[in-house]
């Protein structure tokens, strides 16, 4: 698998992307590893080194998993955060937070779509958004308001999912 350290430019794309958020700054290399996903580090190593690395062996990826830029299947641009990317980067995270309540945090780690009650239908126009829990305190991860801004939908990884009780 190529892996590709971002240019100058190319980062500036991925933050303007990440901009709705209040993302403004990564100060960490990004590495493009396979077509869309992105991964940031923050070692000694500079770019010449990393592909000299590469050269060498075939490593699959470098620094730490934090979003992915990709076309959709629409063709339209989407740039989205991990979970371990919000952490990594939560002090910026200011504009479309989503804070969930009890019971739709319920909902969302079993990795369904969350509707969204009367408060919280407008607060945030259609698009991504940063998921709180419900105290307000942890982000919980990246989710996507669609369906005229009633729907969150889900983009909880598998493994971070709990299991429903029978």
């Not at 923050?42 to 770019?47: C, H, I, V, W």
């Not at 009890?102 to 945030?124: C, I, M, P, S, T």
């Not at 958004?129 to 729907?151: A, P, R």
């Amino acid at each position: 698998m190529k892996i590709d350290v971002l240019s100058r430019a190319k980062k500036k794309k991925f933050i303007e992307g990440l901009s709705e958020l209040g993302i403004r700054k990564i100060p960490q290399m990004l590495v493009r590893s396979g077509k869309e996903k992105i991964r940031a580090f923050s070692g000694d190593l500079d770019r010449e080194q990393i592909m000299d690395i590469w050269r060498l062996l075939p490593i699959e990826g470098i620094g730490l998993y934090v979003g992915k830029d990709m076309v959709n299947r629409s063709g339209v641009r989407e740039v989205r955060l991990s979970l371990d990317g919000m952490h990594v980067w939560r002090e910026q995270l200011t504009e479309r937070v989503l804070v969930l309540d009890e019971e739709q945090e319920g909902v969302w780690f079993l990795g369904r779509d969350v509707e969204l009650n009367e408060a919280q239908v407008g607060k945030v126009d259609d698009g991504f958004v940063s998921v709180k829990s419900s105290d307000g305190k942890d982000f919980v991860g990246v989710g996507k308001i669609g369906s005229e801004g009633k729907i969150l939908f889900s983009f909880l990884p598998k493994e971070r999912r709990r299991k429903e009780r029978s």
